[in-house]
């Protein structure tokens, strides 16, 4: 699941909904039975069968090739409370799962991912298993019902849940009542599911993602959108009040601007805004009645970064605006969930980044990924570049399954349509092979480096594209391999789109600890964030394993300082949502040969140009549009100073990241800049 974002306290919304769930309890011995969804197709299912006051549960889903495979037996006392819960299996990308939970008495004990841990419960409180199902959150209701809307949480912080609405859907013994409700304290945002009559649990939703009970299947599009409905107003409050329109100008006072054609900081200096675009940039201490002025300390002024590794949703939004992102590249998406959240955010709905979109296409397989558009022969791979250009995007992404002899086609038509091509490596072929067809773009280092290693018949559709990266330890670079395709990313002009961090995370986290891309920000997260932090992506049992992994990052490490070298126009992003792991990206390019303002420059003037949107933006110039991040730090002389931010401008709107850290429950990591002068109004 993904991070989330805290709604309003439970006290004043208890209904007689809820208060009927408290007299009713779930029969015994029932065996449950869901569908899970994603873009309106089947990719797995869940059963919970209970027997007396236990339940087995088994929960496996694969959707492009990977996916979660777990097993749970749960006791509960009288008050819905687990007294013993047992989780073992393996996550979506292959780390091993073995959890346990026991209470004897008031004595609380567990083991997960992130170690030992017990205490002496004061009262009552409700153990959250990391790596549980989303069957446990039905669990979690029937328990916070009985207790009156919220407990005590362990290993820490609190759960409240709250009815937020009803509807009855159709299934196949006619209509079933429904109460929708929402969980939070478990992540960043909550957790939004769908109980029966019997407290039992009928759906677990988010606006792309679906665990429906057996027989309700045709309800999913409709619980989706719903949910999405939820969100939106629950975002549109933190737009209302975080979102700061200035009475007048707005001057941004005492900051030093990075020039990203001269490497280099300005003096001091001050900046004028004037709706939505830059009008001058004047002495330090200049000032005009009217203006609302925000005083820079000193500190630097950014032109807005670009995320160019997105797979944007509505939670996400938020939280890449306040990392100063002011532009993402979605690289695919269910593209009518995307069509919602695009228009809300360029409507002043929603609180969110520009969206600069890509045309997302698979080829049908057993592990294809469940995208919107999904094609089986070379005509319809061709009708949907042009459905693509239809629709405006920038550019089409080839995905893992799409037959190899498909490609030139595609490429041939999208060039031919004004589209660059960017993507995977489809099964079965090379890099080479895509470079020398037309690709424009490699996403992935791990894509980008594969066929280097590949055996005969190895499947690149499954997650066989991420564990062979331990056949990189030690890998020679002046291999013929090698040396022809990093030539050939020279010769063809090609660039690529490494998503570094994800690449690290994978390789270098380990159970137990913050993995290196989370370090500097991990303590600032709310504990449920902290210990899943701590949880790896992949199963790394061995001594030999841990080794060649990590050498692997290494050989990545490698590969992009050649690339770097040579001229390779190498991305930014993440794939991993943005937001604060964005900032461990830019770090991480520092590693390839980058300098601190070469960084900040690939960040903002070079990711501008490469969208073809460098004459508005990827500067603070006059006549540019006011997309503008301020940092109290100097990241030309440490590039860590991205990580603080004091203030964000977007399109003329001013948002101060403290301000939403601490809605969301986030300790800051900065203070708010004094304003002076006419102030702001709300955004409308």
């Given at each position: 699941m993904k991070t989330k974002t805290a709604p309003a306290s439970v006290s004043t919304?208890?209904?007689?909904?809820?208060?009927?769930?408290?007299?009713?309890?779930?029969?015994?011995?029932?065996?449950?039975?869901?569908?899970?969804?994603?873009?309106?197709?089947?990719?797995?299912?869940?059963?919970?069968?209970?027997?007396?006051?236990?339940?087995?549960?088994?929960?496996?889903?694969?959707n492009?090739?990977?996916?979660?495979?777990?097993?749970?037996?749960?006791q509960v006392d009288s008050a819905g409370l687990p007294t013993s819960w047992t989780v073992t299996g393996s996550t979506t990308f292959g780390s091993k799962v073995d959890e346990t939970f026991r209470l004897d008495g008031a004595q609380a004990s567990w083991r997960d991912a992130t170690g030992p841990g017990s205490t002496t419960a004061?009262?009552?409180?409700?153990?959250?298993?990391?790596?549980?199902?989303p069957w446990a959150l039905g669990?979690?209701?029937?328990?916070?019902?009985?207790?009156?809307?919220?407990?005590?949480?362990?290993?820490?912080?609190?759960?409240?849940?709250?009815?937020?609405?009803?509807?009855?859907?159709?299934?196949?013994?006619?209509a079933l009542p429904v109460t929708a409700h929402a969980i939070t304290g478990i992540g960043l945002e909550p957790d939004t599911l769908f109980l029966d009559p019997a407290q039992r649990l009928v759906a677990y939703a988010t606006p792309e993602f679906i665990i429906v009970r057996e027989g309700f299947e045709s309800e999913e599009a409709r619980l989706r959108g719903q949910v999405a409905e939820w969100d939106t107003k629950r975002l549109t409050g933190y737009q209302a009040t975080l979102a700061h329109r200035p009475a007048g100008d707005l001057r941004i006072a005492s900051v030093r601007i990075f020039d990203p054609e001269r490497l280099a900081?300005?003096?001091?200096?001050?900046?004028?805004?004037?709706?939505?675009?830059?009008?001058?940039?004047?002495?330090?201490?200049?000032?005009?009645?009217?203006?609302?002025?925000?005083?820079?300390?000193g500190g630097t002024l950014t032109a807005g970064f670009h995320e160019m590794h997105a797979h944007l949703g509505q939670s996400d939004a938020l939280l890449n605006l306040m990392?100063?992102?002011?532009?993402?590249?979605?690289?695919?998406?269910?593209?009518?969930?995307?069509?919602?959240?695009?228009?809300?955010?360029?409507?002043?709905?929603?609180?969110?980044?520009?969206?600069?979109?890509?045309?997302?296409?698979?080829?049908?397989?057993?592990?294809?990924?469940?995208?919107?558009?999904?094609?089986?022969?070379?005509?319809?791979?061709?009708?949907?570049?042009?459905?693509?250009?239809?629709?405006?995007?920038?550019?089409?992404?080839?995905?893992?399954?799409?037959?190899?002899?498909?490609?030139?086609?595609?490429?041939r038509e999208a060039h031919k349509l004004?589209?660059?091509?960017?993507?995977?490596?489809?099964?079965?072929?090379?890099?080479?092979?895509?470079?020398?067809?037309?690709?424009?773009?490699?996403?992935?280092?791990?894509?980008?480096?594969?066929?280097?290693?590949?055996?005969?018949?190895?499947?690149?559709?499954?997650?066989?594209?991420?564990?062979?990266?331990?056949?990189?330890?030690?890998?020679?670079?002046?291999?013929?391999?090698?040396?022809?395709t990093i030539g050939l990313m020279k010769s063809t002009g090609a660039a690529h789109d490494p998503t570094l961090v994800i690449t690290e995370l994978l390789t270098t986290g380990r159970k137990?600890?913050?993995?290196?891309?989370?370090?500097?920000?991990?303590?600032?997260?709310?504990?449920?964030?902290?210990?899943?932090?701590?949880?790896?992506?992949?199963?790394?049992?061995?001594?030999?394993?841990?080794?060649?992994?990590?050498?692997?990052?290494?050989?990545?490490?490698?590969?992009?300082?050649?690339?770097?070298?040579?001229?390779?126009?190498?991305?930014?992003?993440?794939?991993?949502?943005?937001?604060?792991?964005?900032?461990?990206?830019?770090?991480?390019?520092?590693?390839?040969?980058?300098?601190?303002?070469?960084?900040?420059?690939?960040?903002?003037?070079d990711t501008a140009h490469y969208l073809r949107r460098g004459e508005r933006f990827g500067s603070v110039k006059p006549g540019l549009v006011a997309d503008l991040v301020l940092m109290p730090g100097d990241p030309v002389a440490d590039i860590k100073a991205v990580k603080n931010i004091s203030m964000v401008v977007k399109d003329g709107t001013v948002y101060f990241p403290t301000e939403a850290y601490q809605a969301m429950g986030i300790k800051p990591f900065t203070t708010v800049p004094q304003v002076t002068g006419a102030g702001f109004h709300a955004a409308k």
């Open positions: 919304l208890l209904s007689a909904g809820l208060v009927a769930l408290l007299v009713s309890a779930p029969a015994l011995g029932a065996v449950e039975r869901y569908t899970i969804m994603a873009s309106g197709r089947p990719i797995g299912t869940l059963v919970a069968d209970g027997t007396g006051n236990g339940t087995r549960i088994s929960y496996d889903y694969k492009n090739g990977r996916g979660p495979t777990i097993a749970e037996t749960v004061k009262g009552p409180a409700l153990y959250v298993a990391q790596s549980a199902s669990l979690y209701a029937r328990a916070l019902a009985k207790a009156g809307g919220s407990l005590p949480a362990l290993p820490g912080g609190a759960l409240k849940l709250e009815q937020i609405g009803s509807l009855e859907l159709k299934g196949p013994a006619g900081l300005s003096p001091p200096v001050s900046v004028l805004v004037r709706g939505n675009r830059i009008v001058s940039v004047d002495a330090p201490d200049a000032r005009a009645d009217g203006e609302t002025v925000v005083d820079g300390g990392a100063g992102i002011t532009t993402v590249r979605d690289m695919g998406n269910d593209d009518p969930v995307l069509d919602k959240l695009v228009a809300r955010i360029e409507g002043g709905e929603l609180a969110g980044p520009r969206v600069v979109r890509s045309g997302f296409i698979e080829g049908k397989s057993e592990t294809n990924a469940q995208a919107t558009v999904v094609v089986d022969n070379e005509a319809d791979a061709v009708k949907a570049v042009q459905d693509a250009a239809k629709r405006g995007v920038f550019q089409i992404k080839i995905y893992t399954s799409v037959n190899p002899a498909w490609v030139p086609a595609m490429i004004g589209l660059r091509v960017a993507g995977h490596i489809p099964a079965f072929t090379t890099t080479d092979a895509m470079l020398q067809a037309g690709y424009d773009e490699i996403t992935h280092a791990n894509q980008l480096m594969l066929n280097w290693v590949l055996k005969p018949g190895d499947d690149t559709r499954t997650l066989l594209r991420v564990t062979a990266l331990k056949r990189f330890e030690g890998y020679d670079l002046d291999s013929p391999q090698a040396v022809k137990g600890s913050f993995p290196p891309g989370a370090a500097d920000w991990a303590a600032h997260m709310p504990v449920g964030i902290q210990r899943d932090l701590k949880q790896p992506l992949l199963d790394i049992q061995t001594a030999e394993d841990d080794a060649a992994y990590r050498g692997a990052f290494d050989t990545a490490l490698q590969v992009m300082r050649r690339l770097n070298s040579q001229g390779t126009m190498i991305l930014p992003g993440t794939d991993l949502g943005g937001s604060f792991w964005y900032h461990r990206e830019l770090e991480l390019y520092t590693q390839v040969g980058m300098s601190n303002a070469q960084v900040l420059r690939r960040a903002t003037y």
